[in-house]
C-alpha cells in the first residue's frame, strides 16, 4: 500500500446536526394502517384488519457522516529548452553564463542532417488539485448522497441528543479514519514533481448528521407475533 506524504493540512471543526422531523402523526397514522396487514401475511391465510394493533412508535436517530475535502499542490517539474543557433556560433552567453552550441541530428531527416542548438534547463511551474464530497453512513460505509435527505435543523443538537442517547445509533469510525479517508482519496503527488512550492490539505466540511426515523411496532394479537417498520422522519419513506 502506498503510504501518503505528510502535507500541510487545515481541518474544520466537526458540526453536529440534528435534523427536524417533518412527518406529521397523522402521516405515521395512515402508514401504519397501509403497511399492517401486509406484514403479517402468510402464503395461504391474511389477518384481519382488528387483530392487528399498533404497539408503540419510537423516535430514534440515525446517524451519517458529511466531508466536504480538498487537496491542491502547486510544483516545478524540471524541462529542458533546446533552441536552434547558427552553425557560425561558437558560444552563446545569457546572465551571464556561457552556452557552447552542440550537434543533434535532425529527426525524420531523409538524408543525414545536423543542426546547432543550445539546451537550457529550466523549471515550469504546474498545479494539481482535486475535491471529495462524500457521505459515510454509521458503520463507515459510502453511500450515495441521495440516500440522506435535507431538512431544517434543531437549534439544540447536543441537548435533543442527550434526550434521545438511547434511540441514537453510534457511529463505528473515529473522526481520524474519516479524515485519512479523505486523505486516501486526494492526496496524490503528480509523477514529475522536481519541487514543491506550495501544497495543501483542507477539509472546508465535517458534519454529523443525525437524521430521525420513526419505528413502529405492530403485533398480531392471536399469535403474539410482532414486527416493525421504519419510516423517515424527514420524507416519511418507509425504510428497506
Known sequence: MTSIPQVPENIARTKVIVYKSRVEPSTLKQTAEEMKNELFVKRFSKPKPEDIHVVSVDKHYVPYVLVDAKYRIDYYTKKVYNIDVSKNVKEIKILGE????QMVPVPNAELEQFRSVISLEGQELF???????FILDQSGNEISPDQVPI?????????????FKKKTAAI??????????????LIKRPSDVDTIDKEIFQVNEHAIIYNPIYIITFRNVNTKEEKTVRIDGVTADVIQ
Not at 556561457?98 to 552550441?101: A, R
Not at 494539481?128 to 464530497?133: H, S, W
Open 127 to 133: 498545479f494539481y488539485e482535486d475535491k471529495a464530497y
Open 151 to 163: 431538512a431544517p435543523s434543531e437549534d439544540n443538537p447536543k441537548k435533543l441528543l442527550k434526550e
Open 98 to 101: 556561457t552556452f557552447k552550441p
Open 172 to 185: 463505528t469510525v473515529s473522526n481520524q479514519e474519516v479524515i485519512m479517508m479523505a486523505k486516501t482519496k
